[in-house]
Nanobody
Framework: QVQLVESGGGSVQAGASLRLSCAVS????????MGWFRQAQGKEREFVAT????????RYADSVKGRFTISRDNAKNTVYLQMNSLKPEDTAVYYC?????????????????WGQGTQVTVSS
């Protein structure tokens, strides 16, 4: 069973930065497309960013493009989400997800494994 553990969340002021990490327990991390999703209170979980197996290609939601960067270190079984210029509307629980089935993980249904989430709160 693949396990994902997020870390790095917290409470910050608008304009600040945070870096989320997601450690994945598997011997075949490089076989997984990785993604970040978020869920604000009272809203559905939404796509944030995804990165392909090699780490060479990424995609982002329009709402975070230019501010967030997803990356991965296949030697450390870890995927990151660097979040800059944070806004109050970025407040949510952020989830890491892994998929072995898809080439691009843009939808919730693309993913096979999920972490428990980490809270990010941005105040104005």
């Amino acid at each position: 069973q693949v396990q994902l553990v997020e870390s790095g969340g917290g409470s910050v002021q608008a304009g600040a930065s945070l870096r989320l990490s997601c450690a994945v327990s598997t011997r075949t991390f490089s076989n997984y497309v990785m993604g970040w999703f978020r869920q604000a209170q009272g809203k559905e979980r939404e796509f944030v960013a995804t990165i392909r197996r090699s780490g060479g290609s990424t995609r982002y939601a329009d709402s975070v493009k230019g501010r967030f960067t997803i990356s991965r270190d296949n030697a450390k079984n870890t995927v990151y989400l660097q979040m800059n210029s944070l806004k109050p509307e970025d407040t949510a629980v952020y989830y890491c997800a892994a998929s072995y089935r898809t080439l691009w993980g843009l939808a919730y249904s693309d993913y096979d494994y999920w972490g428990q989430g980490t809270q990010v709160t941005v105040s104005s």
